[in-house]
Nanobody, 124 residues
């Protein structure tokens, strides 16, 4: 059984919008350490947005102001609303969740459950 399942990817033109969904279960859903990652072809995986170890939202600089992460506790779902999309946003997007460990100064997320990803393609 896949712990997390993404949906909502597709092809859009530059400036368009998409909303990604991630379906978790009661065993994998958390109010913290739930994140969206992306990996473009030939590049490493990067964290895009998350609910951090304190349950606060965080965004990568290049998506700040354009992407919005949200969650629905009732349905164990995580979302990523992506607005004003750019060709450089083209990537496989995956959601992840896991536990957290205390570093002494803050919580670190340890992502242990991953989805298989959904492709987002933005054309110019």
């Amino acid at each position: 059984q896949v712990p997390l399942k993404e949906s909502g990817g597709g092809s859009v033109q530059s400036g368009g919008s998409l909303k990604l969904s991630c379906a978790a279960s009661g065993a994998t859903y958390r109010r913290y350490c739930m994140a969206w990652f992306r990996q473009a072809s030939g590049k490493g995986r990067e964290e895009v947005a998350k609910y951090d170890g304190d349950g606060k939202t965080w965004y990568a600089d290049d998506v700040k102001g354009r992407f919005i992460i949200s969650q629905d506790i009732a349905t164990y779902s995580l979302y990523l609303q992506m607005n004003r999309l750019k060709p450089e946003d083209t990537a496989m997007y995956s959601c992840a969740t896991g536990g957290r460990t205390w570093s002494g100064t803050g919580w670190n997320c340890d992502y242990s459950d991953w989805g298989q990803g959904t492709q987002v393609t933005v054309s110019s």
